[in-house]
Nanobody, 126 residues
Framework: QVQLVESGGGLVQAGGSLRLSCAASKRTLTLNVMGWFRQVPGKEREFVAGINWNGGSTHYADFVEGRFTISRDGAKNTVYLQMNSLKPEDTAVYYC???????????????????WGQGTQVTVSS
């Protein structure tokens, strides 16, 4: 497994923006599919966005509705999640994950990902 470290979470008012970052410990991770998930207490962890190895393919959950953008910087071994027009219902712990089994197919289920970060809290006030 590789180590993933998220950052960028915090408290923001509704309509505001945050950019989450996920730094990976291994350069080879730049060849893997990466994903962002989120979880609120009492609910299952859910897929938010995913990106293939070169950024040429991205996928989003329906609730994103064009507000979030996932991207990656191979030189920095980092994946980003730019979140705009945040809503109170976006409040959750956001997790970065890596799928080491593929570089092309973006899966949306947690079982497909084998490395996880510790999570970063995002709180959106109304």
């Amino acid at each position: 497994q590789v180590q993933l470290v998220e950052s960028g979470g915090g408290l923001v008012q509704a309509g505001g923006s945050l950019r989450l970052s996920c730094a990976a410990s291994k350069r080879t991770l730049t060849l893997n599919v990466m994903g962002w998930f989120r979880q609120v207490p009492g609910k299952e962890r859910e897929f938010v966005a995913g990106i293939n190895w070169n950024g040429g393919s991205t996928h989003y959950a329906d609730f994103v509705e064009g507000r979030f953008t996932i991207s990656r910087d191979g030189a920095k071994n980092t994946v980003y999640l730019q979140m705009n027009s945040l809503k109170p219902e976006d409040t959750a712990v956001y997790y970065c994950a890596a799928d080491s089994t593929t570089f092309a197919v973006v899966h949306k289920t947690i079982d497909e990902y084998d490395s996880w970060g510790q999570g970063t809290q995002v709180t959106v006030s109304s």
